[in-house]
């Protein structure tokens, strides 16, 4: 039964029903892209234009966990696309020469643009663009309550997740 609203807005949409369900995963690279710098995303598509998807990874603030969307208007083959989400950045604690640092774990949004290259073989590239908030703000603290020097408050302060979204993944699915 679950099956029937996905097969009627898949027909209403005009996308090939033999696409859907799909399942895709990839490896994943970038600036505050979902799964940071280094990770794994994977999508599930109900629906040749809809996919829902879960991106893991290590960013410069951590462990990175981001639940997302996309939307595909034109279909998934080789077309632009929509992207949504939210992620979990979970911080730590560092020691950075003198400084014993905790970073707050970090919760943002994003929205951004990209498009997909799909190829031979069920292989795909993914290109993104777009922008991230951080949902708070003083997110980092010296543990010893030194003060930091300008150089490494700077450091910390554009690490910190959120502005620009960049991203490349390339999978299979």
């Known amino acids: 039964m679950y099956y029937v609203l996905p097969m009627i807005l898949t027909v209403v949409s005009g996308a090939e029903v033999s696409k859907v369900p799909h399942l895709d995963v990839g490896f994943s690279t970038g600036w505050n892209s979902p799964a940071g710098i280094a990770g794994m995303q994977a ?3 109900p629906l040749e234009i809809l996919g829902t998807g879960l991106g ?3 960013g410069v603030w951590g462990w990175r966990i981001t639940p997302q ?3 595909y208007p034109l279909g998934v083959d ?5 992207n949504a989400g939210a992620a979990i950045n979970l911080g730590g604690v560092e020691e ?4 014993r640092i ?3 774990t970090i919760p943002t949004v994003h929205a951004s ?7 031979f073989a069920n292989s795909y590239l993914n290109l993104m663009a777009g922008y991230s908030l951080a949902l708070t ?6 543990q010893n309550q030194k003060t930091l020097d300008g150089l490494t408050a700077g450091v910390y302060d554009a690490a910190q997740p959120g502005g620009v979204v960049l991203g490349l993944t390339g999978g299979f699915g």
């Open 43 to 45: 999508e599930y598509r």
């Open 56 to 58: 893991v990874g290590k």
């Open 69 to 71: 969307a996309s939307f």
């Open 78 to 82: 080789s077309a632009l696309f929509l």
């Open 96 to 99: 950075s020469g003198e400084y």
């Open 102 to 104: 905790e970073r707050s």
């Open 113 to 119: 643009v990209g498009l997909r290259l799909s190829s």
């Open 137 to 142: 703000k003083d997110n980092y603290r010296e």
